[in-house]
């Protein structure tokens, strides 16, 4: 029992050691889907459609999905016709969602287990600022990227009305934790959730920095007022 509650209390710091971050996802995938529909008061359907939608998959194309945490991401991803592929770095993670039908792998962002341009597009939704090598995971995903082919990036970001972005970061501060405990299997996790994203770049910060990967035309799309953010890139 002491290793369990010792596993349930684990919490990432700011500088996102990976196995920390691995171990921190571990603790919440039992609940994972279910906590983040009731921390998002279920926009986080909405968020999944609207990803889906921007990136136009076409069956017969390749699709890999990072940080796909149980697969929920990419089954509706898959939903386009296109083969999608879920990779995630958490092993317990995609224990959680091994009842899922789409085919899933272990990968570190930063250091991708594919060949050279071998996906017409690549996304990650809420997993890049868990990434110490943010600049390294989006050039990795360039370099797995056809040419033409395109990113996606979802991720927490900057409400774009400054009195909505401070009754936000309250939110997420305040409120966002005490939630956590009723519903998720490792509640302190939520707590680097607020953190991280209070510390993540906004919207136009991150499309400089997608850029400076390499990536060519990279645009955005506020969801929510801003909450989250869609960034789009291609590969030359």
Request: net charge positive.
């Amino acid at each position: 029992m002491a290793k369990i509650e010792q596993r349930e209390s684990v919490r990432a710091s700011l500088d996102k050691q990976p196995r920390e971050v691995a171990s921190m996802f571990d603790g919440v995938a039992k609940r994972y889907d279910l906590t983040n529909t009731v921390i998002s008061l279920g926009q986080d359907r909405y968020w999944r459609w609207a990803v889906r939608k921007a990136l136009a998959a076409r069956p017969g194309e390749r699709v890999l999905d990072l940080a796909a945490g149980t697969g929920i991401s990419t089954l509706d991803l898959a939903k386009s016709g296109a083969w999608c592929l879920a990779a995630d770095f958490s092993q317990g993670m995609l224990a959680a969602g091994k009842f899922r039908d789409v085919p899933m792998v272990a990968a570190d962002a930063t250091a991708l287990p594919f060949a050279d341009n071998s996906f017409d597009a690549v996304t990650i939704s809420y997993g890049l600022r868990n990434i110490s090598e943010s600049e390294q995971a989006l050039r990795e995903m360039l370099r797995v990227t056809k040419p033409g082919g395109r990113l996606l990036v979802c991720e927490f970001s900057t409400p774009i009305v400054p009195v909505f972005s401070t009754v936000y970061m309250e939110y997420l501060m305040k409120a966002l934790p005490k939630v956590a405990r009723a519903v998720s299997s490792n509640p302190d996790a939520y707590v680097y959730l607020a953190e991280s994203v209070r510390a993540w770049p906004n919207q136009r910060q991150l499309a400089v920095r997608i850029a400076d990967a390499g990536w060519s035309a990279v645009k955005w799309r506020n969801l929510s007022g801003g909450i989250v953010a869609m960034h789009r890139g291609y590969k030359l």
